[in-house]
C-alpha cells in the first residue's frame, strides 16, 4: 500500500508508517498526477486541489483531507470516479472558538469594551459557531445567532443580526451558489444596512466577506474594527485591509495541536475503516513545556495579537507562517 502526504500536517507519520508499506511526504500545492498514480491513498489539506486533473488515470481509492472544509475537492467527480473522500467535521472547532475568545479579550482590553453589555452575532451554527456560543455566553454577552440551513427556533434572521449586533462573527462553509450561497455574504449591500457600527470576525472562508467592500466600511466609519484570519486570494492578502484590522492572521485560528491530533485521529480512522486495517493507535497533542505557567487567563495559551504582529510586520510570509506554524494548546492540562 502506497500513500502520499502533506508534508506540513503534524502529528501522523508515525500512525501513517504502521498502515502503509509506503508514505511518499510531499508540499501540499506541490502534489502532481505523477505523484500519485501509483498511490492507494491521499491525504491532504486544502492546498491540494482534488479532481480529474490530479486524480485521472490514478489508482487511489481514498482521498483524505485533514481539515474541515472540502472546497478543495470536487465531490462530482470523486463520484463518478468511485473514489471515496472524506473531511474531518469539526476537528479544530474548539481552536477557532479559542482564537475568537482570545480576541474578544483583547478586544476587550485593547479597546475597552465592555462585553458583558454588548450583543454579539454569530452567523452558522454548526461545529465552530455553537462552541463560540457558549464562549459569548459565558461572557456574559447577549447572543444573537443566524443560521438558515438550521433554522432553530431560537434563531433570527441575518436582517436582526445587521440592525442589533455590535460584533458579527461568521463561521459559515463557502457556498457560491444557491438560494444560502455565503460568497461575499458580507458585501457593500451588507455594510450599508449594519447599524451599531460593528465589529467583524471573519474565520470561515475568505470570500464570505466581501475585502474591498471591508475595507472600505472601515474607512468610513460603518464598521467600527475587524478580526480576520481568513482572506480573499490568500495567500496574495489585501495589505492595506491588513494593516487597518485590529488582528489578522495568516488562516491559522484552527491551528492548535489538539485540533491537529482530532483531524489526524479522523483520518486514521477513515483510512482504516475503508482499506480494512488494524488501527495503529490514537495519536495525543503534545504537553505543554514544564516551565508554562498559567494563570487562568485564555491569552496565557494563546494571544493572537504576537501572530498579527509577524503577518503585518511582513505580508509577503503569509504561506509560510502558516506552514511553520508552532501549534497552540487549547487547554492547560498540567
Known amino acids: 500500500m502506497k500513500i502520499v502526504a502533506d508534508d506540513k500536517i503534524p502529528y501522523i507519520r508515525e500512525q501513517l508508517g504502521r498502515l502503509a508499506d509506503e508514505v511518499v511526504y510531499l508540499p501540499g500545492a506541490a502534489i502532481t498526477a505523477d505523484d500519485v498514480r501509483d ?7 486544502t492546498r491540494t486541489r482534488c479532481d480529474e486533473q490530479l486524480l ?3 489508482r487511489v481509492q481514498m482521498v483524505a483531507t485533514a481539515t474541515i472544509g472540502y472546497d478543495h475537492i470536487d465531490t462530482a467527480y470523486m463520484q463518478r470516479a468511485g473514489i471515496e473522500w472524506t473531511n474531518c467535521p469539526g476537528c479544530n472547532s474548539g481552536s477557532v472558538a479559542q482564537y475568537v475568545e482570545c480576541a474578544l479579550l483583547l478586544l476587550q482590553r485593547e479597546k475597552h469594551l465592555a462585553l458583558s453589555d454588548m450583543t454579539i452575532g454569530i452567523v452558522g451554527c454548526g461545529h465552530v459557531g455553537s462552541k463560540v456560543r457558549a464562549v459569548a455566553e459565558r461572557m456574559g ?10 433554522g432553530q427556533a431560537d434563531f433570527v434572521s441575518l436582517d436582526i443580526i445587521e440592525r442589533e449586533a455590535d460584533i458579527i462573527t461568521f463561521h459559515v462553509p463557502l457556498t457560491r451558489d444557491g438560494e444560502h450561497a455565503t460568497w461575499h455574504m458580507a458585501d457593500d449591500g451588507f455594510m450599508h444596512r449594519i447599524t451599531r457600527v460593528p465589529i467583524i470576525i471573519n474565520t470561515s472562508r475568505g470570500e464570505v466577506v466581501d475585502n474591498e467592500a471591508l475595507l472600505r466600511a472601515l474607512n468610513n466609519g460603518r464598521v467600527a474594527d475587524a478580526v480576520l484570519d481568513v482572506w480573499e486570494h490568500e495567500p496574495q492578502l489585501n495589505t492595506a485591509l491588513l494593516q487597518r484590522v485590529f488582528i489578522g492572521t495568516p488562516h491559522i485560528a484552527g491551528y492548535s495541536a489538539d485540533g491537529k491530533t ?16 488494524p488501527h495503529p493507535g490514537t495519536i495525543l497533542p503534545p504537553p505543554l513545556p514544564d516551565s508554562f505557567h498559567y494563570t487562568g487567563c485564555p491569552l496565557d495559551l494563546y494571544d493572537p495579537s504576537s501572530d498579527s504582529r509577524q503577518l503585518k510586520s511582513d505580508p509577503s510570509s503569509f504561506e509560510s507562517l502558516r506552514n511553520n506554524y508552532p501549534l497552540r494548546r487549547e487547554y492547560f492540562d498540567k
Open 39 to 45: 498511490a492507494d491513498a491521499l491525504v491532504v489539506r
Open 262 to 277: 482530532n483531524a489526524d485521529n479522523m483520518v486514521i480512522d477513515a483510512l482504516c475503516r475503508h482499506f480494512r486495517l
Open 56 to 58: 485521472g488515470g490514478s
Open 141 to 150: 454577552m447577549r447572543v444573537l445567532v443566524c443560521d438558515p440551513l438550521l
